[in-house]
């Protein structure tokens, strides 16, 4: 019996450490609701991760459950193990990117056999933009293209982008959905001829409220949620024109003469046609007004040979343009690296762009461990040099025939001559060591700090933009010397930032200037910007 006894305790004992060694579960639960009403979000999925469970290496966690919301909004994910979990809502008509375009997560700590229950996730629902587009009679117009524009920041300054887009039905009607809350202005108008063989007019572009100057649109503020309605545009006729030229070296090979149009958005659209006539003449018929690029390629002796001439369209015929064939161009470089680094010159490769066309040193095979490098297949055009380099090294100097090309750009439109491309590199840089802190004086995480040089034609390898640690410091190294301004942001384009000097204006007086020589260590502390102007709504 007491054999027994002593077996039942020690069965006891076991079973008590083995229900301590296993933690008792938990559970989440919670609603998603809508962020402009407060009502129940039915039918969102809701996913579950376990932050503290990403694979070694790699910065994303494993998903660890979804769950579908019901008619009352309310999600459960039940027997979770104690840990730090992260949560995330979407839902078709509600937007889930936040402003640094990841995903919203809502992150929780679970101890063991915690359960909570009041978790709520809010999604904002998109808007919607409504109207019609009508003649100058007021009939509708049908088969119309309407577009939400926003406008953005690239090397070619401030320019509109499309971000939604509609047609017009048979009653002139468009409906563009799906949009986040933010500024936008609307254009209509199409590029189809109303005429015959090339001649006649078309609808011309207009901004709302009825302008063709983009400068002019009165912007439309779309709120969460909301339904813009009667945004109508009435639009007029405009006349079309004609191209007619001649390709001067056209070749005995297939010859395409076309048009690249120059967009809002900083892109092209091309439209090419293909000659059949030997002597080289060309015509284009029936285009709109508007910024273009004229091209022409044909293949000589097996080799494409190519031209590129802007011209400006507007109601009246172009006549006796000439477009002379090039050959690609190919131009060989140097990398040179002043001062001491661990940096390889092999690790700095080169960028070319110029009127939406770049070529990197990669494509000729990359840098090569003596700094030297090739680029090939390009066309005429003048080229902005750019240097991507580790962090301890800065862009010093362009060289092109003996002349820094760094800021005016390399001039390839007369050809390419037996120069060598030098692109020379410092490792002589400044440092800065700074914190960024709110008004209560507190570290601030994620906040974008932006180095901008004084100057407004500076090169684009001058600026610099790094993100602050979850205790709020940041580092930059490698910085040109100079004069500088520090911004501390917590939310901006960086693009607005580096191109659009207007921008800057209204946050002068938040900024730390600051004065870099070689070698030099700054340390400072910048205030976060809590209030940024007009900004893009997000993808």
């Not at 910024?291 to 390629?297: E, Q, R």
């Not at 762009?353 to 000729?364: I, R, V």
Request: charged letters at 20%; a negative charge; glycine letters at 12%.
């Amino acid at each position: 019996m007491r054999f027994a006894a002593l077996l039942f305790c020690s069965g006891l004992s076991l079973f008590a450490q083995d229900s301590q060694s296993t933690p008792d579960k938990g559970l989440l639960a919670g609603k998603v609701l809508n962020s402009a009403t407060g009502e129940p979000v039915r039918k969102a999925q809701v996913k579950l991760f376990n932050m503290g469970a990403a694979p070694k290496g790699k910065s994303e966690s494993p998903d660890e459950g979804s769950a579908v919301t019901d008619a009352a909004g309310r999600f459960e994910f039940t027997a979770l193990a104690p840990g730090t979990y992260a949560l995330a809502a979407s839902r078709e008509g509600f937007d889930t990117a936040t402003a640094r375009g990841g995903q919203k997560l809502l992150r929780v700590t679970l101890a063991a056999g915690e359960e909570k229950n009041d978790i709520v996730i809010r999604l904002t629902p998109f808007g919607v933009v409504t109207g019609r587009i009508l003649d100058e009679d007021g009939d509708p117009i049908r088969q119309i293209q309407v577009q939400t524009m926003v406008y953005r920041y690239s090397a070619a300054g401030r320019q509109l982008s499309s971000r939604g887009q509609a047609m017009t039905n048979d009653l002139g009607e468009y409906r563009i959905y799906d949009l986040p809350p933010g500024r936008y202005y609307l254009k209509a108008g199409s590029q189809e001829s109303m005429g015959g063989g090339g001649h006649g007019e078309s609808y011309g572009a207009s901004y709302y409220p009825g302008t063709a100057d983009s400068a002019a649109a009165a912007p439309l503020e779309v709120a969460a949620g909301q339904a813009l309605e009667g945004m109508d545009l009435a639009l007029r006729p405009m006349r079309i024109a004609n191209i007619r030229g001649r390709v001067m070296n056209p070749g005995s090979g297939s010859l395409t003469v076309g048009l690249l149009k120059v967009t809002e958005e900083g892109g092209s659209s091309a439209t090419n046609t293909s000659l059949e006539d030997r002597g080289g003449k060309f015509e284009l018929r029936g285009v709109s007004p508007g910024s273009y690029f004229l091209t022409a390629a044909s293949t000589i002796g097996g080799q494409h040979y190519s031209a590129r001439v802007p011209i400006q369209v507007g109601t009246a015929d172009l006549e006796g343009i000439e477009l002379h064939l090039q050959p690609p161009m190919d131009i060989a470089g140097q990398i040179r690296i002043e001062g001491k680094t661990s940096g390889k010159l092999s690790q700095v490769n080169v960028l070319l762009e110029s009127g939406g066309h770049s070529a990197w040193s990669g494509d000729g095979n990359g840098t090569k461990e003596d700094g030297s490098f090739a680029v090939t297949g390009l066309e005429p055009g003048v080229y902005q040099v750019t240097a991507q380099a580790p962090e301890d090294l800065y862009q010093k100097a362009v060289r092109w025939s003996d002349r820094d090309v760094m800021q005016s750009g390399l001039d390839l439109t007369g050809g390419a001559s037996e120069s060598r491309l030098v692109v020379v590199m410092s490792a002589n840089g400044g440092q800065i060591d700074g914190v960024v802190e709110d008004d209560q004086s507190a570290p601030v995480a994620v906040a974008m700090v932006t180095l901008v040089p004084a100057g407004a034609a500076a090169s684009k390898s001058l600026f610099k933009t790094v993100l602050t640690s979850p205790a709020g410091h940041f580092h930059m190294q490698g910085i040109a010397p100079g004069s500088y301004k520090l911004f501390a942001w917590e939310d901006a384009d960086p693009n607005q930032v580096m191109y659009d000097p207007d921008f800057l204006k209204p946050f002068n007086a938040q900024a730390q200037s600051v004065e870099i020589a070689e070698g030099s260590q700054k340390s400072v502390q910048l205030a976060l910007i809590k209030q940024a102007a007009e900004k893009p709504p997000s993808q």
